[in-house]
């Protein structure tokens, strides 16, 4: 008899272990556990692995400063939600998401159609005398938080080309890219591959540079 | 800030009082967006759910019904729209490395700390979140399973499954 009742008193106080750790138990409970804890080992394993994981949780040390954020902007999108509520709708982002699929198709057919014609409007096009045989490609890349100077130096010196910070981000780098001339879908496979890499959160190739005449 | 100075904030809040929500935002927002970046990983998601969260405080703050504390509905809140948001993002939320590839090797290199803290990244959503309200934010039995919805001993046996599968993980003998 005495053996069921310390076996479920075993499985009473093993579940409120956590509560133990975090130090919200009532006082009863708390004497309880205490109790329990000073005859039985495997309480005492288990309230250690909560302790880790509450130490795990707690730990801070890679996670940025929230952005500067302001009530009053969201309750402007409260406001701005309202109105055009109905564009947040899945039915009309899926009608968008074909629309803009459709009208990126359109563009593509029409660059392999008349490429001089109608160039492509996502690069901007700056000034450098450069090779004929290859181009320089910028490619903006945002490393993902928490990343480290030292990672990211590594990764930009891994990429080959000369990088520099965008503006007063910390974080946004244009890497200007020598490369042999690349399709459109080759640079959006490329930025593509290197934002898999866990370090990287986004990576696009905003512009090119072209020779001067 | 106390429960009941929360209690007539969140009153005014109901009656659309601007200055009331600044004062909640200002409270809140920090920790909130702490909560959502330790599950997510992403800096932008963070924020964007952390507004999200309390945007919905703003709109729903006359549905409080009182039974429970302020920072619990809000927690709870900040549980559900995590919830969602991690559902979406499963593939993205999957750690580093594989938990069958944990060998001799790695748990050399690794910090202890680092190791449970990536090995509670592989729990489940649920399991994740309740760790979170427990150990992060500090919350009681009963706090928690408000914040969840759910009767108290399923907090109970999330974070008693939450261990045991830790255990696995770490390989520890139990």
Redesign the interface.
Known sequence: MNRLVDHAEHDDI???L??Y????LNEADRQRVDQHLATCG?CS??LS??Y?????????GA??I??A???????G??DWRSRFGFLGDRRTQRIAAVLAAVGLLFVLGMMQLSPTELPNQRFTATTSAGASDSMDYVLELRF???VSQAARSKILQELGGTAQPVGEADDVYAVLMNLPPQSLSDLDQLARDFAAR?EI?TAQFVALQVPVR | MDDDRERQLLARVARGEHDAFDEVFRAYHPLLFRFVFKMTASYRLADEVANDILLIVWQTASKFRGDSKVSTWIFGIAYRQSLRRLGKRRLKTVPLFDSAAVDEQSASRMEREDWVRQAIALLPPKQRLTIMLVYYLGLTCDEAAKASDVPINTVKTRMFHARRKLRGYLGDQS
């Open positions: 093993t579940m409120l956590p509560w750790a975090n130090g919200t495997q394993d288990e692995l909560c880790e994981m509450q130490n795990a949780t707690l730990a801070d996670i940025p929230p952005p954020a302001s009530a009053s902007a969201i309750i999108r409260r993902s938080s928490g866990d959160e």
